[in-house]
């Protein structure tokens, strides 16, 4: 191994190119995709322009892997686990999955600014699995709490799992990643009494109580 590339990975377990998908994340959280380019990423590493393609097809595979390892930090990162089946209320739970899927977008966003301009990288990211949700994705983890509570009895056997679950992940959506493409709308704060309503409307749904 060169001089310069044993320096940069300090003697350590860690290999090259898990320092090279390290040092990108690390300007991927601070900076974002947009603008980045590979000698900024050789630079942060403390390696040589080169080196990366010994390791990535391209920049846009190593962004990608970067992003990717940079999602399930910040999740792990989130206060405390998903509930868990047959825990606590079911409002409560559906509220505090809400709530954690929001706090969960709002912090993985500043790194996907520019995202939507970079179609090779979107293309790549896509190759990846999703890390979100323990590898399945949030949609499908909270579709399996649902379906877990159905056969536990404490949600009605009508209602539809990937329903609830697309409903909820779609909130997320509009109230969060709409700032991709509106840098400059509204911060994605939602308040205490929206959660609770929209929480509310899951539970109760739209059509009027019977008199």
Not at 7 to 23: D, N, P, T, V
Not at 81 to 88: H, V
């Amino acid at each position: 191994m060169a001089p310069r590339r044993a320096a940069a990975l300090g003697g350590g377990e860690q290999s090259l190119r898990e320092h090279l998908i390290a040092a990108a994340g690390r300007l991927v959280a601070r900076r974002g995709v947009a603008g980045l380019t590979v000698r900024d990423i050789a630079r942060e590493a403390e390696v040589a322009d080169g080196v990366l393609y010994n390791h990535f097809a391209d920049k846009e595979e190593l962004l990608a892997y970067a992003l990717h390892a940079h999602v399930r930090t910040v999740e792990a990162a989130q206060e405390g686990p998903p509930p868990q089946p047959g825990e606590g209320a079911v409002e409560a739970n559906l509220r505090a999955y809400l709530r954690r899927a929001l706090a969960l977008h709002a912090a993985i966003l500043p790194a996907f600014a520019g995202l939507a301009t970079q179609p090779k990288l979107l293309a790549r990211l896509g190759d990846l699995p999703t890390p979100l949700g323990g590898g399945q994705g949030l949609r499908a983890e909270l579709a399996g709490y649902v379906r877990a509570e159905q056969g536990l009895g404490r949600v009605g056997a009508t209602a539809s799992p990937e329903a609830v679950a697309t409903l909820v992940v779609g909130v997320c959506h509009d109230l969060v990643l709409g700032r991709l493409l509106d840098p400059t709308g509204p911060p994605p704060e939602p308040s205490p009494e929206l959660v609770d309503a929209l929480v509310t409307t899951l539970l109760h749904g739209i059509a009027p109580v019977d008199s």
